[in-house]
């Protein structure tokens, strides 16, 4: 038997005459967790098409346990014992469990058509309690939390009993609490000799999980070696082939002491409680809480698509009663949503069109409000300058033909061309490479040295701990404490959101 | 403990079988009669073919899809059926088989267009219906066609007591209730009708979904006209207008989404009986002709509104309570 359990010889391919991916070298041992890192676009989800069958290569070679192994489609990769787990979740939501595990493979009565339920749902339950959910495999997974369904998934995948899996940034749908518990599945199946390729972007991760590290820069390896020889500063020049000497940027905003927005004992029930925060000008306001605290919940009442009981909001001293988004947008506030592809972004609709969006109204200053074309063309053609969004030509493209970063620049072009003075980013970061991140920082700096207020949301604690003047930590709707920059301690804000919260989950 | 809001959700899921009651309830206070068990056993009849239509169109709504083409499957099914036998003077079985033949031929009409052409399944079937009904009149001539004894003694048999129709309207409800819960392919639209793209990617064969449920709607749609017929004992030019929005609103009452993925065979029976009650009941209480219609669609119209809030409330009341208020105190 061979020393790895896969290899990938002399792997290429290319899209259109451009290569994708070039003379690809690793082996897979049999249960060792070898992780894949590389900036989006940098190939790996080519290279995982082709293991999981997706794909083909143009030339070079796979071997399973030494066997050549050509898949020709996915379920061939089952077949021969790879499972796939995709970052966004697969599952009907309609459906149970069982169903889900089993929607193209049920077992029925011999001879008829009717499903044998009892057949299956002992191996469910198997499958299940290995990623330790303790629900029924009859339960409906639309009942489930995110992360829950994230576990279905794995199980799901377990269900075939595969020998390799590949798991693709599974943990940017997750609470810390239950990336925790990822993590010692995990380590359980690498236990029980499975193989595992690991996909992340977070390194910190990458670094505790691996065995073996591989990074991919423009379709090739150019780092590959034991986790013991990498340092997350490594990791960084190999993925971006220069050194970073600094994840942020130095601050260059001074916080001015006016407040542009404050909220005074803001409560929904069910949702958030007695709420007092404020945000000044040219300050940037980091907010940390667990999946679930409360904090996105806080930005849409604010925002004006949510609803409050009571409370008071105000902006620059002001109240505003009965907010709604137009009200919002009025008072100078911008949103950008946690969910770009869902809800911030058009991705059929042109870049421009995203773009302009919803700046279009000062646009129209005729009375017929009819919108001044040339007008849009320019000040979006300025925002793509500015940010350094890097796309094809705006008026012609879909926002889906961007990378994720350039997509996230445009969500945030897109509020900034309404010129506000208050901007509250959700998850800005999520998915995006380390450079993509370097540079969401630096216009996030930048617009708060001009003056403007920002608000960041972020589950990603040590980001906020680089860009923020403050944190305030958010726990089961409340607030939990908020520390100045020199106060910054990552122990002291993770006890306070977590505070709690441990004897919920218990 | 049961909170308030568990109470209020357990409510707003069961809006059908609430809505069932009250309609019963109302009918039931403003005209005695109508709480006879002959009447009731008349509604259940009369409910028949609406119920099995609404069940074809419910598995069509549960992929997302719609069938507005089933009222003309109704009228040429049965007009076939009674031309073959009248004038070509066909055993009875083959009449019956010949007209369930051109429903399923309306079936693949639409399935090809909306599967192969990928023309949407509304405009698709508000094609099939007008042209459907236009083959129909044709056919007859726009005269009424009278169909034989063999065909309407069908209708007034019995088994054990039960009238034939409501045997069959049951039979047809318990084998699409057992299809749908209980093999692959039942379970699969459903899936279909979650999300289209993920259930291509799980290597369900979407089009074998899409070509299985069209049919099967336009059979349905077929056999209720027969068995509609089977009643009356004659086809005007007339037969099954407007029966579209009676089976929609039958499985719609009955808790289908109009969104897909979800729907029960239970909900659109309840759903049809419910339609039926309305009908019998503005009948006995003596509400005039011309404003009958307006009422019932005015009494559906307030139940698929009901329903959109119920959906609305629903969601909020699942997905957006992340606060432990219990916690807080504690």
């Given at each position: 038997?061979s020393?790895?359990v ?5 792997i ?6 451009i290569a ?7 082996g ?7 992780s894949?890192?590389g ?8 290279l995982?098409n ?10 070079g070679?796979?071997?399973l346990?030494?066997?050549?192994y ?8 089952t ?6 787990i ?14 889900n595990?089993y929607?193209?493979s049920?077992?029925k009565?011999?001879?008829?058509p009717i499903?044998?339920k ?21 339960t409906?997974v639309?009942k489930?939390s ?12 377990l269900s075939?009993d ?9 943990t ?10 990822l ?13 595992i ?5 977070i390194?910190a991760?990458?670094?505790k999980?691996?065995?073996q ?7 090739q390896i ?14 960084i020049?190999?993925?971006i ?30 949702i ?6 404020d945000?000044?000008?040219g300050?940037?306001v ?5 999946m679930?605290?409360?904090r ?16 008071e909001?105000?902006v ?13 947008i ?6 950008v ?7 911030g972004l058009?991705m059929?609709?042109?870049?421009m069109?995203n773009?302009?969006?919803?700046s279009?109204?000062?646009?129209a200053?005729t ?7 040339d007008s849009v063309?320019?000040?979006?053609q300025?925002?793509?300058?500015t940010?350094?969004i ?6 012609k493209n ?7 970063g350039n997509q ?8 900034l061309?309404?010129?506000p ?11 995006i ?6 540079e ?6 930048q617009?708060?040295?001009?003056g403007k207020g920002i608000?960041?949301?972020?589950s ?15 726990g089961n ?6 520390l100045?920059?020199?106060?910054f301690?990552k ?16 | 403990m ?5 109470i ?6 069961n ?5 069932f ?10 005209s ?9 056993s ?15 169109i ?9 069938d507005?083409s089933?009222?003309s499957?109704?009228?040429l099914?049965?007009a ?5 036998i ?7 079985v ?10 399923l031929?309306?079936g ?18 508000l094609g099939?219906?007008?042209?459907g ?9 726009s ?8 065909i ?6 019995k088994?054990?007591?039960i009238?034939m129709a409501?045997v069959?309207?049951l ?5 699409a209730?057992v ?12 899936a279909?009708g ?7 990617k ?5 089009k ?14 077929g056999?209720?006209?027969?068995i ?5 004992g004659i086809?005007?030019a007339?037969?099954?207008k ?8 039958a ?13 029960k065979v ?9 339609i ?16 009958q219609?307006l ?7 307030i139940?698929v509104f ?5 959906a609305?409330?629903m969601a909020?009341?699942?997905?957006r ?10």
């Amino acid at each position: 038997m061979s020393e790895y359990v896969l290899k990938l010889e002399h792997i290429a391919k290319s899209f259109f005459g451009i290569a994708a991916l070039k003379d690809v070298n690793f082996g897979l041992r049999q249960g060792e967790l070898l992780s894949l890192i590389g900036e989006n676009g940098a190939g790996k989800s080519t290279l995982m098409n082709i293991v999981s069958g997706v794909l083909r290569q143009d030339s070079g070679s796979l071997y399973l346990n030494g066997e050549p192994y050509q898949p020709v489609k996915p379920s061939d990769a089952t077949d021969a014992g790879i499972a796939f787990i995709h970052q966004e979740l697969n599952l009907f939501t309609n459906l149970s469990i069982l169903d889900n595990v089993y929607i193209n493979s049920f077992k029925k009565y011999p001879g008829t058509p009717i499903i044998k339920k009892s057949a299956m749902a002992a191996r469910v339950k198997e499958v299940l309690e290995a990623v330790d959910l303790k629900v029924p495999p009859e339960t409906i997974v639309e009942k489930l939390s995110p992360g829950e369904r994230q576990l279905v998934e794995i199980a799901k995948a377990l269900s075939s009993d595969p020998k390799i899996l590949i798991f693709d940034e599974p943990t940017t749908s997750l609470t810390t609490r239950e990336t925790e518990k990822l993590f010692a599945i995990i380590e359980r199946l690498k236990e029980e000799g499975k193989s595992i390729i690991y996909i992340s972007h977070i390194l910190a991760d990458v670094q505790k999980l691996s065995d073996q590290i591989i990074v991919l820069r423009d379709g090739q390896i150019t780092d590959n070696d034991k986790k013991e020889n990498f340092t997350i500063q490594r990791m960084i020049s190999s993925m971006i082939g220069r050194e970073i000497n600094q994840l942020y940027p130095d601050k260059t905003n001074h916080p001015s002491g006016e407040k542009v927005l404050e909220l005074k004992d803001i409560s929904q029930s069910g949702i958030v409680h007695k709420i007092n925060m404020d945000v000044c000008k040219g300050e940037v306001v980091g907010m940390f809480g667990l999946m679930g605290s409360g904090r996105s919940e806080l930005a849409r009442i604010v925002y004006g698509l949510d609803p409050h009981e009571s409370g008071e909001i105000r902006v620059h001293g002001k109240e505003i009663r009965g907010i709604t988004p137009q009200k919002a947008i009025q008072n100078k506030m911008a949103f950008v949503t946690e969910n770009r592809r869902e809800e911030g972004l058009f991705m059929e609709f042109t870049i421009m069109d995203n773009l302009s969006l919803v700046s279009v109204p000062e646009k129209a200053k005729t009375k017929l409000k009819i919108v001044n074309n040339d007008s849009v063309k320019e000040s979006t053609q300025g925002m793509v300058g500015t940010l350094k969004i890097k796309c094809p030509p705006i008026e012609k493209n879909p926002a889906k033909s961007m990378s994720g970063g350039n997509q996230q620049k445009v969500v945030i072009g897109k509020w900034l061309l309404t010129e506000p003075e208050l901007l509250i980013v959700d998850e800005p970061t999520r998915g995006i490479d380390v450079g993509a991140k370097y540079e969401v920082y630096s216009i996030i700096n930048q617009l708060a040295s001009e003056g403007k207020g920002i608000w960041v949301i972020s589950s990603e604690l040590e980001e906020l701990m680089g860009i923020c003047d403050r944190i305030i930590v958010m726990g089961n709707g409340e607030i939990r404490g908020e520390l100045l920059r020199e106060e910054f301690d990552k122990e002291s804000i993770m006890k306070a959101a977590f505070n709690q919260n441990g004897k919920e989950e218990a | 403990m049961r909170s308030k809001e568990d109470i209020s959700k357990l409510l707003l899921k069961n809006i059908p079988i609430l809505l069932f009651v009250l309609v019963f309830v109302i009918f039931g206070i403003f005209s005695p009669k109508f709480l006879s068990m002959a009447s009731f056993s008349n509604i259940i009849l009369n409910s028949s073919y609406v119920g099995i239509i609404g069940i074809g169109i419910m598995f069509v709504l549960l992929t997302a899809g719609i069938d507005l083409s089933v009222g003309s499957v109704m009228y040429l099914a049965s007009a076939s059926t009674g031309l073959l036998i009248a004038n070509y003077h066909v055993p009875t079985v083959v009449g019956v088989l010949g007209g369930i033949a051109v429903a399923l031929l309306v079936g693949l009409i639409n399935a090809f267009c909306i599967i192969k052409l990928e023309i949407l399944p509304f405009v698709t079937t508000l094609g099939t219906m007008t042209a459907g009904r236009a083959v129909g009149t044709w056919m007859t001539h726009s005269e009424s066609v009278n169909l034989p004894k063999t065909i309407t003694s069908l209708g007034s048999q019995k088994v054990l007591g039960i009238p034939m129709a409501i045997v069959l309207f049951l039979l047809i409800a318990v084998i699409a209730a057992v299809f749908l819960s209980k093999t692959q392919l039942g379970r699969q639209i459903y899936a279909v009708g979650n999300d289209p793209e993920e259930a291509r990617k799980a290597g369900i064969n979407n089009k074998k979904i899409l070509f299985t449920i069209y049919m099967l709607c336009a059979l349905l749609a077929g056999i209720g006209g027969i068995i509609s017929v089977a009643q009356i004992g004659i086809v005007n030019a007339a037969f099954g207008k407007g029966e579209e929005f009676n089976a929609i609103a039958a499985a719609v009452l009955g808790g289908t989404s109009l969104a897909g993925g979800s729907g029960k065979v239970s909900g659109t029976v309840l759903g049809a009986v419910m339609i039926q009650m309305i009908q019998s009941g503005l009948v006995y209480m003596q509400v005039d002709m011309y404003i009958q219609p307006l009422i019932s669609a005015g009494i559906i119209f307030i139940a698929v509104f009901l329903d959109s809030i119920r959906a609305r409330y629903m969601a909020k009341a699942e997905a957006r309570n992340i606060r432990n208020e219990n916690l807080a105190n504690g």
